[in-house]
């Protein structure tokens, strides 16, 4: 499904990635871990194109496709959602009404006519039951309000709502309390399908104790330095991230 090959980006003159190379299946669960500072979140945001990001050398490929070359908003037509995308409040516009527009937005890249109110609201309604999304967050204006575990379980929702090919979680689940966090974990393991794919930025084991990943990966230095399966992410919750770093070093 995805593609990365000796991936290289920058951000404000500074090199963040270094040659980055990934592979991911459609049915995955990928875990990326690593210190701060290490390019998770800028890895993310070069898949979703944002435009900040200056790709100096690589390629990626999704569905066979030039990822690189599409705009933002292709790239979420061809199926990439990244959580966070939409963290924005915005007063005045509530949350359903926001995400018709980007639900159609999507339907029409992909040559399927809109759907109209009655369907949409059907369609909502079912998935806000499935994500346990609480049906007074529709109505509200997006994100106006919202606490931290309310915006987090819309973005699940808002996954659900695009069923996208890869979803992009990044930090999905930082300042979660254990309820919110389930229920993250739970509308993550619904979404899951033979047909799409996941990749779970976290900096905490906890979180794939619930969603289980197929591959953890150590992000560092702008490079997947070392890749394994969730054994590795309770390898690195008991002993930290300097044998990695010694590792690199000795290299
Ligand atoms: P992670 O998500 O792994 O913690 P990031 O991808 O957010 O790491 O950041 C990688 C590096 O890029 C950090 O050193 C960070 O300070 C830097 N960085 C991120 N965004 C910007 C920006 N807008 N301007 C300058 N440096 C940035
Ligand atoms: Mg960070
Ligand atoms: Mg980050």
């Known amino acids: 499904m995805l593609n990365i090959n000796n991936l290289q980006a920058k951000i404000a003159e500074k090199q963040i990635l270094k040659g980055l190379n990934l592979e991911i299946k459609a049915g995955e669960v990928h875990a990326i871990m ?65 995400m018709k527009t980007a639900v159609n937005e999507i339907r029409k890249y992909k040559g399927k006519e809109e759907l109209d109110a009655v369907s949409f609201l059907k369609l909502m309604k079912s998935k806000a039951a499935e994500m346990e ?30 069923e996208p090919k890869l979803a992009i979680l990044d930090e999905t689940d930082s300042g979660l309390d254990i309820d919110a966090l389930k229920i993250v974990a739970n509308g993550v393991n619904r979404f899951k399908s033979k047909d799409n794919a996941v990749i779970v930025v976290t900096h905490y084991q ?46």
Do not use: C
């Not at 490929?61 to 599409?70: A, I, Q, R, V, Y």
């Not at 967050?137 to 709502?161: D, P, V």
């Not at 560092?220 to 394994?228: A, C, E, T």
């Open 34 to 98: 690593g210190p701060n500072g290490s390019g998770k979140s800028t890895l993310a945001s070069v898949l979703a194109g944002r435009e900040e990001y200056e790709v100096t050398g690589g390629d990626v490929t999704f569905e066979g496709k030039d990822l690189l070359e599409l705009a933002p908003e292709e790239r979420a037509g061809e199926g990439i959602f990244l959580a966070f995308q939409y963290p924005i409040e915005i007063p005045g516009v509530s949350n359903a009404t926001f």
């Open 133 to 162: 999304l609480d049906s007074s967050l529709l109505t509200r204006a997006l994100n106006e309000g919202f606490s931290g575990g309310e915006k987090k379980k819309n973005e699940i929702f808002q996954m659900a709502m695009l």
């Open 206 to 251: 906890r979180l794939l104790d619930y969603i289980v990943p197929d591959f953890v990966h150590v992000l560092y230095q702008g490079r997947i330095v070392k890749s394994g399966t969730k054994e590795l992410a309770l390898e690195l919750e008991a002993k930290g991230y300097d044998w990695i770093k010694e590792e690199v070093a000795a290299q």
